[in-house]
């Protein structure tokens, strides 16, 4: 059904900046040449210059300032889980995969956090867990479960890691909410605090041995339940 | 990237394209609305629908074909690789992350794989694996070593695993080279070869054991050089 691709007159812009990033001329937070010397150096139109610019600072490669010309962005930490997120909805990603996801980083993730994780995220996963081991509504526990999981992403250190789990978050919240509502109904509302905070003081301790078999447990139950 | 609370039009439209998306009204394949539809039913210019469907673009998600309109691409591995290689580029993500990420799904993704491997699946594997023991320069090899891994990361059938592997493509390019130069500088052409014959076996014979086992040595194999 898709025949032959129409390449817009702006992409040249786009293609040039990636050829300069790739041979290293251009780098984070380097100014970009002018619109009038993109002008000359591409042989485009002022307008399809204008059009490039704009679609990479929306797209967050770009930094337009005005009155002071356009700047290759300091900061790509958390760039590519948007993109991805968009990826993960177009490809229908279900439970299952959700889970074999999970399964493969989750303990790796744990073991990593309590090596890496500074004190500032050790405060951080304090405030998570105090409220993940409440007594609330479980809509509020899923969240703050599910925060819980992300934190521990994020101290991890590791950029594909903490990109590709932030794109899978938008599936979480009923995953999450979905497991502990049938886990408490079969193995009591315990259990999850229980299993959180065994990890919890695992990280603390910054004991990877120890974090890694609790987050193994915590595996176990979800594959006990997420179906 | 996006903002939904954005006060500018044209994010407002992504932000709106997004939540279509997410909600599966619109799918791989499908025609976008028209400009003049979209702007209507959102009641917005027409050049902040445009403005829209350029970011959409660029991250390589649609394409427009003229006299027939924009579509969102079919072929996920498409998606999203211009920017990535920009992005991965310029962030400064290291090899060691690399593999760690992949330490962590390639050999799940194995097992997955010698389970859900589809016939056209193992006929591309097949061919790959033929090219890769033909090929004559090491760059062909690498390039076919990668797409090795590649086809292996579709046929486990998780989403999640393929949109992450597709997003590391551009790393993954420079990481294979580098990696199998050291190996064949130390240790020889003979282990490269014999990893992804026993790898390549177990899976035409879908034998999940023996995947499982055979990435895991692979892994270790390149745990070697990243100590």
Redesign the interface.
Known sequence: MITKEDKPIYFKVIEYIKKQVESGQLLKGDKIPTERQLVELLGIGRNSIREALKVLDTIGIVDRRQGDGSYIREEFYNWFSEPMRIAFMLSETNKKEIFEFRNMIEVEIATLAAQRITDEEIEELKVCHDKLIEKNEEQINAKYDKIFHSLLAKASKNMIIINSYNSMDYMLDQFIYNIRVDAFNSEGRELASRIHHEIFEAIIHRNPKLAREAMKKHMDVIKRYYN | ??SENSNKA??QV?AYL?NQ??E?RI???DKLPTERELSVSLNVSRASVR?AY??F???G?V????GSGT????E?DE??S??????F?????KME??F??R???EV??AT?AAESITELELTQLTECYENLLNAESEIEKSKYDKRFHYIIAKAS????????Y???SSMLEVFTYDIRATVLETEGEEILQKIHDEIYRAIMNRDQENARKSMKAHMNMISKYFQ
């Open positions: 990237m996006f044209y994010h992504i997004i998306i997410r599966q799918k791989k394949g403005e350029k970011v673009h660029a991250l998600l394409v427009n074909i003229p579509y969102v691409r079919e996920v998606w999203l211009e920017p990535m290689e920009i992005i580029k310029l962030s400064g993500i992350e690399v760690e990420f330490k962590m799904i799940e993704t997955l059938k998780n989403h999640i695993i393929f949109n992450s597709n997003a590391m």
